[in-house]
């Protein structure tokens, strides 16, 4: 099969149970991307979103998806970036600097859910507004 050179997107509640190549799946539902291996290996592709995953942008047009996708554990170890619906060749990464990158993302994984003292993150609380600087300005002349 050959390599595909760009993606059609297709909203969906749930992937359908055979993939079509060159069609990438996105279900906000599950927050998630599903598409066949751009190489043509056939594997199917999945790609979570969320802030330390992949991030979706869709322009109304047109699919990005960030970071690249490097499919290490496939045997046909693709690595590409799908960019304004366009597939975007990568090199081949090493196995040291697959091992570095995937260690980074467990790391940037702990550390977004923690807060600087090691305890789990709480929603921030807003601060007290202070007086804008025309009232302070006013003030002054009060």
């Known amino acids: 099969m050959a390599r595909t050179r760009k993606l059609t997107l297709e909203f969906v509640k749930s992937v359908p149970e055979k993939p079509l190549s060159g069609t990438l ?14 190489c043509g290996c056939g594997n199917e592709v999945v790609t979570p979103l969320s802030p330390n995953d992949w991030k979706l942008i869709f322009n109304g047009e047109s699919i990005t998806l960030h970071p690249s996708v490097g499919n290490w554990s496939f045997q046909c170890r693709s690595h590409y970036w799908i960019r304004s619906s366009r597939v975007q060749w990568a090199n081949d990464m090493t196995d040291e600097k697959i091992k570095a990158g995937r260690e980074f993302d467990r790391w940037n994984r702990t550390r977004s859910d923690k807060a600087e003292d090691g305890k789990p993150n709480s929603p921030k609380k807003e601060k007290p507004r202070k007086n804008g600087f025309w009232k302070n300005f006013r003030g002054f002349f009060e």
């Not at 799946?25 to 751009?38: K, R, W």
């Open 25 to 38: 799946y996105v279900s906000m539902e599950y927050a998630t991307c599903v598409h066949l291996c751009c």
